[in-house]
Structure formats: structure tokens, C-alpha cells
């Protein structure tokens, strides 16, 4: 090949693919390079793709029958537990059963595939419907920069191909982001998660039944406590799909180093194990059948653990290789990041292209964009809530807590009750002190 | 069938796991363990607790060994690895290993 593209993307998950749609619908030149199988075969997530700008790529996709989304999201839960009980915080309307939905549960090989069936099709419907690819199993190996350090294309094995610039979109291992020196070489663990996970399958109609789901919509339940995670840093998830459920563990990665030693039994598989089987979490998901085993590292949403910049001369990065994600306590939010970084990136590559410049001065307008958008405006804002969820008593101190006043308050045993104010009082005595519930109380309400 | 409630060891979790290349008998690794430093100066061996497919093991002898065919290229060892042993690129589509999830 030697044409000279608008843009190289590098990666066919979410955000990359968000960018190639928006460069198809501008009838800009571009190809984008996925190392997997096809779109979402290397791809994990939790998970749930939040907010609305999947409707926006893919205008009323509800209504395509081969749109490959499990469930929109009506019902919200938030579980706090200790070693036999749970108390939840629950949350179902109606109102967000409704297109554009607020969130949709998503299983990446399916997900990822239709949507860039979708970008195919709208490179068809382009100006070039020759002009623009998407390739399968080809692994990017270098990013190729001229002698000022403009980005000018990519090598992948023997092969070039050359662009105007290049989206690094290649997902949380960012290598090429390292390679190109807006990334340690080295990311230590204190930014990062893994995540385990599991697709368990059911019979629809059980499914349905059992989480009280009407037509398509779905439950989304979190899950803190040591009871889930064994102490480490981190959370539980459970998403209804289709016919099956997502679920998992999230944990932080320096936790699991210091905790764990060679001899103990606190892998990510044994504690996923220990998590399945607690009472509350084996109720749910009782009679169903594995259908696959996942994992996948994850960045804890620190903005800290950013790359340097997110541009350079030729170059954007978005996605998850810019580690942009959010978990404040609301949601786990990474996907929709990845949508708005690859859209607000390939914007930026549009009016490169009409300026004829694609200069760092100009790529820096993605920088801007993704400051001014909800992606970077949450996430500096919801730094502290990220730093309080990661604190020690939020795993130990508050689910224990919680628990035991949720235990006294709903016993009744033929005894004279205690009034509240009493029963929270003994709770308190029996877990914490006053000093570090105000404490507590303090950094919750000013971080969020 | 099995019930998702029991404890499913790994070696049947990962048996529900589809990869490339899988009939290939001798794939070229994508990652490349100095094991001498797991097994000198390394105060936590902790590639052998972290990692989610329990590629690196620990011999009879304590050492510890890494072995390529079920890792799922999560990337957790290119972190938890502080020691400089761990050496990670993607596996090559075509003579590497590497994984083809059917859910993700």
C-alpha cells in the first residue's frame, strides 16, 4: 500500500473504534489496526458502558436487532458486607428504561465485533469507501517518528504505513505509549487493579426471575467489604446480561503484592472463588454454569497514574492507554471514556486535516477538548472520592459496621428492642470510635 | 453440568478459555522472565500469587519458572513485577499464543 492515510489507529476496542466512526462519517482516510482475531477478541471489561455517546455514534441502535448490547441498566445496588450479610443501597426507576439509555451491559467480543461492523458500514457509506480499512490480526510493533519526533506512521513487522498522525488507542498495556516516550517504561502497581471475572450462564427466564428484570433491562450490583475481596483493596461486581450475569472481583494490585505470599491461598482466582461463595453472593448466582473465566488489569482511575501528555507532535493517545477511567463510588466508569477520548481525538484529526497541520499546537486542542468534557472535569474533581474508596476502612471498617448495625436493627427475638441512636451507638463501640466515623463522614461528604 | 457455586479450580477455568494458535505446540513466547532475578535478589516472588492463570510456578526445589501457553495477556506481572524480570510484549497474531475471548 502506498497511499498516505489521514490517520493510523492503533487498537479496534472502544475507543479507537469511536474514532474510526467519526473519521468515516467526516469521509477522512484512515486505517485502523487491531492485533486480535476481530474487534473485542482481546478486549475484557466489567462491565457497563455508561451515558449516551454510544447513541451518538450509532443513532437509535436499540432499534438494530443485531445490536450486540446484553441489557440497559433500570436498577442500581450497592452492597456493603460482612462475612454472612449484606446491606444494600438499591436504586430501580422506570425512568431510565427509556432510549437513549443511561447504560447498557456490554460483553466485549460481542460488543466490540458489532460496532466495528457498524464502522464498516459507514466507511461504505463514505466519500472513500475504498480509502479506509480495518485489519485483523496485525500487532503494531513501533510507532515510526521522523528525526524532529513528528509521528509519520507505524511498522508492523516488515511492513510500514504512513499517516498524517497517529491514535495510540492500544488499550491499559500501553507499550506503544511507553515507546514513544509519554509513558514510563515501567508502571508500578500502585496505579493498577486486576480484575476477575466470570460469565456465568442462565436460562433466560430464570435470570429474569431471579433478578426481577423486565424485557431487556438489567441490574448493575457492587459490592464492598472484606467479605469480597478478602481484605484486599478493591470491590465485588455482579451485571445481568443477556442470559447470563458478569461477575468478579476488582483488586488493587500493591495490595494483592503485600497481602499475599507464595504460600497463602489469596491468588485473584481463590479470592473470585471465596467471593462466589459467600451467602449472599451464592444465592444469586446459584445453578448457573461458567461459561468462561476472564481477567485484565485495570488502572485504579488515580490521575496520577496518567501518561505525561495525551499528544505529541502527530500523536494522540485515548482510551484506556491514557488510563482514563473513574470509579467514585457512583460507577465504574472506563468505557464511556473511551468513547468520548476516541470521538474528541478524531475531531481533533478532522480540523488537523482541514488546517493542514497536525502539529502538537494543533493536537493539543484534544488535550483541551478532553478537559472541558466530563472525562477530565470528573476525574479531577472525584480524585478524592477515588483516594477515600481505596482508604483502609472503607474495605474493614464501614461494611463491618454497617452490617452489624443492619443486624440489630432488623432482629427481633422476643427481647425489648433498643431505639436506633442506641443500637448505632454499640455498633460503633464494637467497630470503630466517633474520632474515625466523623472522620470518615468528613472526607465522604467533601469528596463527593 | 457444573454448578457456578463450586470451587471451579483454574485448570478447568482456564480450560473454558479458547487461545490462538492452540494446536502450535512450541509458540513463541511474548514474554520473558529473568528468572534469576525471581530467584536471587526478589524479596516477594510474587508473579507466583498474582498472576490470574498461574504462569509462574515454583518447582520442588522453591525456583521459580514461567511457562507461556495459558497466560491470558492481562498484563498484571508488567506490573506487580518491581524487581525488572519481567519483560512483556503482545503476543505475535501469528506465531504467538494469546487469547481469543468468546464473552471478554
Known sequence: M????????????????????????????FLLIERGEFSGSKNVSGGVLWGRDLARLVPEYWKDDTAAFERFITHRRLTLMDDES???????????????????????????????DQVESAIADSAHPYGSFLATNVRVDEVLQNDSGRATGIRAGDETFHADSVLIAEGVNNLLTRQVGLHDDYVPADHMMVGVKEVIGFEESTLEDRFQLNGDSGLTNEFVGAAATGGVEGGGFLYTNEDSVSIGLVLGMEDLREKGDPESESTPYDLLTEFKQHPVVRDMIQGGEVLEYSAHTVSNGDIDGMPREIYDDGLLVAGEAANLLLNAGRAIQGMDYAMRSGILAAETVLEAKEAGDFSADMLQNYRAALESSFVLKDMRRFQNAVHLLHREEMVDLLPTLVCDLGHKFFQVDGTPSKKVHKLFRESVNEHASYWELVKLGYNATRSL | MSNATDDLPLAERLGLVSYRNEGRSDPEPHIEVDTDICNSTCPHKCTTYVCPADCYKIDENGEVYFQVEDCIECGTCLYACDQGAVSWEYPDPEGGRGVTWNYG
Request: with cysteine; hydrophobic share 45%.
Open chain 1, 2 to 29: 502506498e497511499e498516505s492515510f489521514d490517520c493510523i489507529i492503533v487498537g479496534g476496542g472502544i475507543a479507537g473504534l469511536s474514532a474510526a466512526m467519526v473519521l468515516a462519517r467526516n469521509d477522512a482516510q
Open chain 1, 86 to 116: 449484606a446491606f444494600s443501597l438499591d436504586y430501580k426507576s422506570d425512568a431510565y428504561a427509556e432510549p437513549p439509555y443511561m447504560g447498557v451491559s456490554v460483553l466485549r467480543s460481542r460488543f466490540d465485533r458489532w460496532l466495528a
